[in-house]
């Protein structure tokens, strides 16, 4: 066999079968850069499979299963001008992320057995370290950062369940709680009658009734022309004067303490309707403002509904939030009551009276556990014995 060579030279080739077997390599991705100078070769077993390290890559091939070709290695004395010609193996080598098939997840950190989504995550975490710019880099950094320490979370859900398990707690305890969520005055569930349920004392107090007392008597005392003359001066809501007439027809019929209770409720009425007014400000929510808006409530009156319906704001003054006027408007709906001797109070007028719809002040009356019955324009709620709250529900209750 002669090879080509330079003019008028002549090689003389050897064959030498066996010995030391040299092997060829084709890389996937080209040759390996002049800088690649530490190239580590071996096999791995029987299988013949050879990895190529460099200092960033490594490449793994399997030799070719060419049938009908066979690759020769030369090699060149020149002393001799002899090429010795070796048996050798072509080696498809592809190019993986160094240390990919060496990879193992450090101790304790999960349960034997990687899911394909783990070993993706793995992998591009390398990628990024091998190849990855500064912003890829500074991203994963993040990533590796806000990472959950999994044993951490579940010993602290081991020991919630435990301490779950362990409570002493009941049904009645859990219901407890969530009645004193509700936005509603003190109730006694254990009432023998429905004037019981909400006592008169706790929606007006023994101070503020004292306070009010000048001011009542004339109401508890009124005839229908009195009535009529505040009507006409705008004095009072309509609901109040509705209430108050009934009053001067009922007359002596009346004992007078039922008077004077019911003249109270419906003279605090008329405060809590201007107080809600006066807490739909955006500013100026103070003390000395309310006693200039509703200058005929006494100080008792108008401090105890700034206790009672409003919290302080941080930057001064007072702020009514919804549930607080959730409440006030459950106080005045229980004062209707007290007005109406517990006999059923009649929605519309009332709806009107707060500005609201008479279907979500059907909601307000049932949420004190009052029965609303008939329909439309004609609801009517009336408070029974035994109390009994209702049920959240989804969805609006009409």
């Known amino acids: 066999v002669m090879a080509e060579a330079q003019p008028r030279k002549r090689v003389r080739l050897q064959y030498i079968p066996g010995g030391d077997t040299p092997f060829l390599c084709h890389f996937s991705n080209g040759t390996l850069s002049n800088?690649?100078?530490?190239?580590?070769?071996?096999?791995?077993?029987?299988?013949?499979?050879?990895?190529?390290?460099?200092?960033?890559?490594?490449?793994?091939?399997?030799?070719?299963?060419?049938?009908?070709?066979?690759?020769?290695?030369?090699?060149?004395?020149?002393?001799?001008?002899?090429?010795a010609l070796y048996d050798s193996a072509l080696f498809n080598m592809s190019v993986v992320v160094k240390g990919e098939r060496k990879y193992q997840p450090p101790s304790g950190e999960r349960d034997p057995g990687v899911t394909a989504g783990q070993a993706a995550v793995a992998k591009r975490k390398e990628l990024i370290e091998a190849f990855g710019g500064a912003h890829k880099k500074k991203q994963l950094a993040l990533e590796e950062r806000n990472k959950v320490d999994v044993s951490f979370v579940h010993a602290m859900?081991?020991?919630?369940q435990d301490s779950i398990s362990g409570a002493d707690f009941s049904t009645m305890d859990i219901e407890g709680d969530a009645d004193q969520a509700r936005a509603i005055p003190p109730y006694n569930t254990a009432a023998p009658t429905p004037e019981e349920i909400y006592k008169f004392d706790d929606i007006v107090t023994p101070a503020e009734a004292i306070a009010m007392k000048p001011l009542v008597r004339p109401l508890a005392r009124c005839s229908e022309d009195d009535v009529e003359a505040w009507r006409s001066e705008n004095a009072y809501p309509d609901v109040v004067l509705e209430g108050l007439q009934m009053l001067a027809r009922q007359g002596e019929a009346v004992p007078t303490k039922q008077r004077n209770t019911r003249a109270t409720a419906l003279l605090y009425v008329s405060w809590l309707v201007q107080f809600r007014r006066f807490a739909r400000r955006k500013k100026g929510l103070t003390s000395s403002a309310l006693a200039e808006y509703i200058p005929d409530a006494p100080e008792d009156v108008r401090e105890r509904m700034l206790a009672l319906f409003t919290e302080e704001a941080p930057e001064g003054g007072y702020v009514v939030s919804a549930w607080k006027q959730d409440l006030l408007i459950s106080y005045v709906l229980v004062l209707a009551m007290v007005a109406a001797e517990h006999?059923?109070?009649?929605?519309?007028?009332?709806?009107?009276?707060?500005?609201?719809?008479?279907?979500?002040?059907?909601?307000?009356?049932r949420a004190l556990g009052c029965k609303v019955s008939g329909n439309a324009d004609a609801k009517t709620a009336l408070l029974t014995v035994p109390l009994v709250f209702p049920r959240v529900r989804r969805g609006r209750t009409a």
């Open 343 to 365: 006999l059923p109070v009649p929605v519309a007028p009332w709806a009107s009276l707060l500005n609201i719809t008479p279907v979500k002040l059907a909601q307000h009356f």
């Open 157 to 160: 859900a081991d020991r919630l």
């Open 35 to 83: 800088a690649s100078k530490s190239v580590r070769a071996n096999f791995e077993g029987r299988a013949q499979r050879l990895t190529v390290e460099t200092s960033r890559l490594e490449a793994v091939g399997v030799p070719s299963s060419e049938q009908d070709v066979k690759y020769l290695v030369g090699v060149m004395d020149p002393d001799t001008k002899t090429m």
